[in-house]
């Protein structure tokens, strides 16, 4: 199997699709308003350092992980040992979950790229009303939501090699090219330095122990861990690839692009004096009227551009989830490609329209307290995601050998790791006693507590049942 799988056309062909996959709605969407949320600075501080620290090791463990197996997540942990099967399928699980909100935000922005240049600018009031209004109706959202979907069944329906690497190829550039313009351009306008402010110095008294949380499942979230994305990416890698400076590529590449969107975001809001807790709506509301400000002409435009990258952004990190659950059906299941991308795309569909209608005419619909979008979002963001990366460093750190991950990391010895002991330790201990605390101090002080331990539950099922699996 492992002779016949595709590979990478090229270095820094995976390092793109990588990167694509790690930047995304995460960037863009959700760590602005995260960060606007939990106080600016504080917030930024703690999501650095749980990235640098737990972040980077995770995704060189994915990495070591799926390389070293030849396949895709499930595969991968079922190959280390049969009982750990349910931690592959946990990211499928969570791969299906994620893919039933974010082709929803997909479709936001693939709509915004034509309500940017339709007249939604001419009446700045009416922004706020125009994005209340448009999510929560019944029709409208859910055609863009299929269009999104649809573009995300072509490109994976097409293989690794072709498909994903190529959007990657060229997407990825123009992303960074046009957030570069934007906050070049914030800066130019007055007092856009208290957005700068705001993001860059801490002020400690917003700090909770759901702040934690929302860092570690924001990291996480962001750098595509957790649940076997970066194992699958990882399972086409040469073996003479470096794995170490892949991972620390991709970890910088997507934290520039967050910060990036931040300084995007805040001093033009500063600027024009608006809140920086606005909220999930906050990019679709806050980013059209900062630029109708910039006159009938520009502000268009800019605009658009905007939710261009927004939805190339979002579009190459599609790709990767619907890749880990379409994967896990080719390589386990052997089903071909197009039938497990058909069939794992309905389940999406199907959720991603529960999702758009939970925020409008279902909304009294609720799960443990939580509408339909709410509960996929905080399954995944704030538990199963950084208690699979718990699992995997588990499994890393005390199932599997010390010295095959060193010759799985190092090359065989050809090219040997500095850092390989710290990173083992981290690995073994301060990643998962990390992930266990910020996980018991934030879901205990959460609102949504008794949705959460019900999530657990859920997993703690799939654990037992997992040889059947
Ligand atoms: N990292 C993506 C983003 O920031 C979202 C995401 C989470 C993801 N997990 C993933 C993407 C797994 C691909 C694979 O938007």
Redesign the pocket.
Known sequence: MAQNREQWGSRIGFILAAAG???????IWKFPYTTGANGGGAFLLIYLFFVVLIGFSVMLGEFALGRKTSLAAAGAFKAVGKSYTFIGVLGVLS?FL?MGFYPVVGGWAVAYIFKSVSGLLAAPDMIGGVFDGFVTASVEPLIWTAVFLIMNMVIVGKGVAGGIETAGKFLMPILFIILIVIAGYGFTLPNAIEGVKFLFIPDFSKVTGGTFLAALGQAF????LG?G?MVTYGSYLGKDTKLASNAAIVTTLDTLVAVLAGLAMFPAMFSFGMEPAAGPGLVFVVVPQVFSHFGPALGPVFSALFFIALTVA?LT?SV??LE?AASYFIDEKGMKRTTSVILVSAVMAVLSVLSSLSLGVMSEFKILGAGVFDVLDLLTDKIY?SLGGALLCFVLGWVMKKEDLKAEISNQGTMPFALFEFWYFIIKFIAPIAILIVAYFGITSAPQMGLMIAGIAIMVLLGIFSRKL
Not at 21 to 27: E, I, K, P, Q, T
């Open positions: 996959s790690a930047v995304g709605l995460g960037n791969a994620i979230f962001s750098l595509s649940m994305a979002a990190s990767s989830l880990v995601l």
